[in-house]
Structures are given as structure tokens and as C-alpha cells.
């Protein structure tokens, strides 16, 4: 793919992505850049990242990124910044999900899911506003319904998703008091088909029939769902809307009530 000229829905814009190698990120990199963006693809995994970057071309930089080391971030600022000379949107995408309920989960095991799913998204929040507060832009946190729900077996994830929706709506209230064009929204999904989930369940399952596409009344969709919300976020369209918590769950967390 070479870089894309058309006027699209983030045409001109630079959209950093964490965890853009794969899953939701790498569908979030692969539309934004279709959508005329230039966008920054960071990731623990150099050799998919590296990869999705040539798929693209040059509109698309990759960069090797811990999301939990300060410096990492720094890093990948400069980096970003001395390649497009601006910053207008960044995704907090990248997490980790093992499953544990609160008698199984053990201390190291929290402290590991809050340094990448917490502290990660604290260091995006605090370089994006830094990065972005005098043009102005947007930050779009990937939670999931597991911050506005229970789930019983994900107890650090949930919680930690749970500090990402906190957070994003500390970070909107500041950017609007302090006049700063900064919008801040979280996306929360149910279950996603990425190689993330994919782990969770045995090998050699069609996992398709857990699909929407499949059944309605299921509640896998498929990353590209996520990547138009986070999208339409990131676009000019949402140019009102700061702090809000967008479902993308097919009216799971409804019936659940």
C-alpha cells in the first residue's frame, strides 16, 4: 500500500497507535491510513510492526514501544514528531488480558496487567495531552464492557480497564477547563476475534461461529467494528464529543442487566 493522496475522513492528520501490530491496532492503522492519515505504529511485537509498516508504506512509521517505560514514550514522541512534524491523534490500544477471578489472581500477576492496561494508558494520556494541547486533537482509550460490567474471571483486566474509563473522563474535564482542544473518549468493547482472544479458547476452534456474522445473539465482532468507531472518533465528525464511553458490544452488557 503506498501512501493514500484522496481527501478521506482523517485525511492530513498523524495518528500515533499503540499496540498497532496486530488485532484492533493493526485494523486502526490499516483504515486510518486508507482514511489519508499518516500514522505511527508502535509495538512490542518489531517484527509485525515493522511488517504492517511496509505494508502500508510511507505514510506509516513503526517504533518498538513498552507503553509502561516513560522513556519508551519519549522516545517514541520525538520519533513521531521529527518524521511528521505533528501529532493530532493518539489511540491507547495496546493490553494484556490473562484470565484470573479475584482467589486466583496473585499479586504479580495484578501488578504486571496494571503496568501495561493502567500505567501505560496514564504515560499516553500525559505525553498525548503534552503533545497535543496547543493544536488541539483527539485521544481514543480502548477499554471494554468489562469496565462497566462484571466479569468474573478477568479481575485485574477488568480493573485495570475500569482505572482506563476513570481516567479518560479526568483527562476530558482538564482539557475542556483548560480550553485546550483536546478530546478524550473511551471505546469499550465485548469480545473482539483477535489473536488476544483467540488464546483464550481451545486450539482448533472455528472461532467465526462466535461471530456476529454467524449469530446475532453472539458476541464476537470483528476488529474492523472497533476501528470505525475509534474512526469516527478520531475524525472532525466527533468534534463535540469528549469523555464519553462508547459501546461497541452488540446490546451485550444490556441483556446482562
Same mark, same amino acid.
Request: with cysteine; hydrophobic share 45%; glycine share 8%.
Given at each position: 500500500? #503506498?501512501?493514500?493522496?484522496?481527501?478521506?475522513?482523517?485525511?492530513?492528520?498523524?495518528?500515533?497507535? #499503540?499496540?498497532?501490530?496486530?488485532?484492533?491496532?493493526?485494523?486502526?492503522?490499516?483504515?486510518?491510513?486508507?482514511?489519508?492519515?499518516?500514522?505511527?505504529?508502535?509495538? &512490542?511485537? &518489531?517484527?509485525?510492526?515493522? !511488517?504492517?509498516?511496509?505494508?502500508?508504506?510511507?505514510?506509516?512509521? @513503526?517504533?518498538?514501544?513498552?507503553? /509502561?517505560?516513560?522513556?519508551?514514550?519519549?522516545?517514541?514522541?520525538?520519533?513521531?514528531?521529527?518524521?511528521?512534524?505533528?501529532?493530532? &491523534?493518539?489511540?491507547?490500544?495496546?493490553?494484556?488480558?490473562? *484470565?484470573?477471578?479475584?482467589?486466583?489472581?496473585?499479586?504479580?500477576?495484578?501488578?504486571?496487567? +496494571?503496568?501495561?492496561?493502567?500505567?501505560?494508558?496514564?504515560?499516553?494520556?500525559?505525553?498525548?495531552?503534552?503533545?497535543?494541547?496547543?493544536?488541539?486533537?483527539?485521544?481514543?482509550?480502548?477499554?471494554?464492557?468489562? /469496565?462497566?460490567?462484571?466479569?468474573?474471571?478477568?479481575?485485574?483486566?477488568?480493573?485495570?480497564?475500569?482505572?482506563? /474509563?476513570?481516567?479518560?473522563?479526568?483527562?476530558?474535564?482538564?482539557?475542556?477547563?483548560?480550553?485546550?482542544?483536546?478530546?478524550?473518549? %473511551?471505546?469499550?468493547?465485548?469480545?473482539?476475534?483477535? *489473536?488476544? #482472544?483467540?488464546?483464550?479458547?481451545?486450539?482448533?476452534?472455528? +472461532?467465526?461461529?462466535? #461471530?456476529?456474522?454467524?449469530? *446475532?445473539?453472539?458476541?464476537?465482532?470483528?476488529?474492523?467494528?472497533? /476501528?470505525?468507531?475509534?474512526? @469516527?472518533? !478520531?475524525?472532525?465528525?466527533?468534534?463535540?464529543? %469528549?469523555?464519553?464511553?462508547?459501546?461497541?458490544? %452488540?446490546?451485550?452488557?444490556?441483556?446482562?442487566?
Amino acid at each position: 500500500m #503506498t501512501e493514500n493522496t484522496r481527501q478521506g475522513r482523517v485525511a492530513g492528520k498523524v495518528a500515533l497507535i #499503540t499496540g498497532g501490530a496486530s488485532g484492533v491496532g493493526r485494523e486502526d492503522a490499516l483504515l486510518f491510513a486508507a482514511e489519508g492519515a499518516r500514522v505511527v505504529i508502535t509495538d &512490542v511485537n &518489531v517484527e509485525a510492526g515493522e !511488517a504492517l509498516a511496509r505494508e502500508i508504506g510511507d505514510a506509516a512509521l @513503526f517504533v518498538a514501544h513498552d507503553i /509502561a517505560s516513560e522513556a519508551a514514550w519519549r522516545t517514541v514522541m520525538d520519533k513521531a514528531l521529527s518524521r511528521f512534524g505533528k501529532l493530532d &491523534v493518539l489511540v491507547n490500544n495496546a493490553a494484556i488480558c490473562p *484470565p484470573a477471578s479475584i482467589e486466583d489472581c496473585s499479586l504479580d500477576a495484578w501488578q504486571k496487567v +496494571m503496568r501495561v492496561n493502567a500505567d501505560g494508558y496514564f504515560l499516553g494520556c500525559k505525553f498525548g495531552v503534552e503533545a497535543l494541547k496547543e493544536r488541539g486533537g483527539a485521544i481514543i482509550n480502548m477499554s471494554s464492557v468489562a /469496565a462497566l460490567g462484571g466479569m468474573d474471571t478477568f479481575a485485574a483486566y477488568s480493573a485495570s480497564k475500569g482505572a482506563v /474509563a476513570a481516567l479518560t473522563r479526568s483527562v476530558a474535564v482538564h482539557c475542556r477547563k483548560q480550553r485546550y482542544r483536546i478530546r478524550c473518549n %473511551s471505546v469499550h468493547p465485548d469480545g473482539i476475534l483477535t *489473536p488476544l #482472544t483467540a488464546d483464550l479458547y481451545p486450539k482448533g476452534v472455528d +472461532m467465526r461461529r462466535f #461471530t456476529i456474522d454467524h449469530d *446475532p445473539l453472539a458476541r464476537m465482532c470483528l476488529p474492523r467494528d472497533v /476501528a470505525n468507531v475509534v474512526l @469516527f472518533l !478520531a475524525s472532525d465528525e466527533a468534534r463535540a464529543i %469528549s469523555g464519553s464511553e462508547v459501546r461497541v458490544d %452488540s446490546g451485550q452488557l444490556l441483556m446482562s442487566l
